[in-house]
């Protein structure tokens, strides 16, 4: 029987539309990788803070449905501290920093190699 988190991510269109690979989840963790194609460049020749966002958004979201309940983002903030171009391949890691009752707080770094491009903040609510 898959895990809830399974489920989700089999029905996440969205992160499949854009070439997301779910490479690792664990108990309030994930790992999820995305190459920067040529529709994902914006008028700058850089990779559009929305999708990089879109990414660590999808990476948080499997670390905080890994428990099981379906979890859903309440908010999040993201930096960016570095551009991504075409044909980087980004990594996402999220992992959990506190889980109180329904509430919860992840980081997500985005990584291109070993140089973080953006630092993501995220804030969970578990429903029902």
């Known amino acids: 029987m898959p895990e809830p988190w399974e489920r989700m991510w089999a029905e996440d269109t969205a992160?499949?539309?854009?070439?997301?690979?779910?490479?690792?989840?664990?108990?309030g963790r994930a790992e999820v990788t995305m190459i920067v194609r040529e529709d994902m460049v914006n008028g700058h020749g850089l990779c559009h803070g929305g999708l990089i966002a879109t990414l660590a958004d999808s990476t948080f979201a499997l670390a905080c449905n890994s428990h099981g309940p379906v979890t859903v983002a309440a908010g999040f903030d993201?930096?960016?501290?570095?551009?991504?171009?075409?044909?980087?391949?980004?990594?996402?890691?999220?992992?959990e920093r506190t889980r109180r009752g329904r509430s919860g707080i992840y980081d997500v770094t985005v990584r291109r190699d070993q140089t973080a491009i953006a630092e993501?903040?995220?804030?969970?609510?578990?429903?029902?």
């Open 15 to 27: 992160s499949k539309a854009l070439g997301m690979t779910a490479v690792a989840v664990g108990e």
């Open 78 to 95: 993201v930096d960016f501290l570095e551009p991504a171009r075409l044909g980087d391949t980004l990594v996402a890691i999220a992992v």
């Open 120 to 128: 993501f903040r995220g804030r969970s609510r578990t429903l029902g």
